[in-house]
């Protein structure tokens, strides 16, 4: 299948600093990236969509402000969680899918541990 | 209600069973289907796509029941290896992907 790289895999970062967190499709053009997040035995849940060139689409209880997504070409997205806190510690993870009817390949995930 | 559901389990199945997990959607104008799998702590990963005609992959079996609207995955002679979380994936248009909760299985020896 399909190589989606995400960087960094884990980070620690204190109270009110940002973290941005990398996805790139290595092998193939993405026209879309998901990004989702998953607390401790739980389910993925989708944050927004990113479209190459466009504005993210965000689900409904995510913050566009806090959550910068930023998909600067067909190969890179960028989710920058701003003035992080504890309660943004969780799993994130993103995903590519090279066009509209295919399965999306995922990243390796990002653990974001705020102290 | 959610677009898809999905029975969370948990499944445990002594080894060299079958079993099956059933996945409802919603939206009956839905056209592609998948199944991943995530181990603990790590990212899913594609297991198949479910074709309508349903399809198979060695000890896998997918099938669609667009008139039921459910999805099926159905594991022959189950591994301690097949001990995860399988997720259903229903993706009704170009940028939706729509994750079930995922069904825990464990597979015991």
């Known amino acids: 299948g399909a190589v989606v790289s995400q960087h960094p895999s884990r980070v620690i970062c204190k109270s009110g600093t940002s973290v941005k967190i990398e996805c790139r499709s290595l092998?193939?053009?993405?026209?879309?990236m998901f990004w989702y997040r998953q607390f401790p035995k739980q389910s993925l849940m989708l944050m927004a969509t990113?479209?190459?060139?466009?504005?993210?689409?965000?689900e409904q209880g995510v913050e566009k402000d806090k959550f910068l997504i930023n998909h600067a070409s067909l190969t890179l997205s960028t989710l920058t969680v701003t003035s992080a806190h504890p309660e943004d510690s969780s799993f994130y993870i993103c995903?590519?899918?090279?066009?509209?009817?295919?399965?999306?390949?995922f990243g390796q995930g990002t653990r974001l541990t705020v102290v | 209600r959610k677009e898809v559901e999905q029975d969370p389990g948990p499944f445990n199945v002594p080894e060299g069973a079958t079993v099956a997990f059933n996945c409802t959607y919603s939206?009956?104008?839905?056209?592609?289907f998948f199944w991943y799998r995530q181990d603990c702590r790590k990212e899913p990963k594609l297991l198949m796509s479910?074709?309508?005609s349903g399809n198979e992959d060695g000890r896998f079996t997918a099938q669609l029941n667009r008139a039921s609207q459910y999805i099926s995955l159905l594991i022959r002679d189950s591994k301690l290896s097949d001990s995860a979380t399988y997720l259903c994936?229903?993706?009704?248009?170009?940028?939706?992907?729509?994750f079930g909760t995922g069904t825990s299985l464990t597979v015991i020896p």
């Open positions: 995903s590519a899918s090279k066009d509209l009817n295919t399965e999306a390949f």
């Open positions: 092998d193939f053009q993405a026209t879309t």
């Open positions: 990113s479209n190459e060139g466009s504005k993210a689409t965000y």
């Open positions: 939206n009956s104008a839905s056209q592609s």
């Open positions: 479910v074709y309508s």
């Open positions: 994936v229903d993706r009704p248009k170009g940028n939706q992907f729509y």
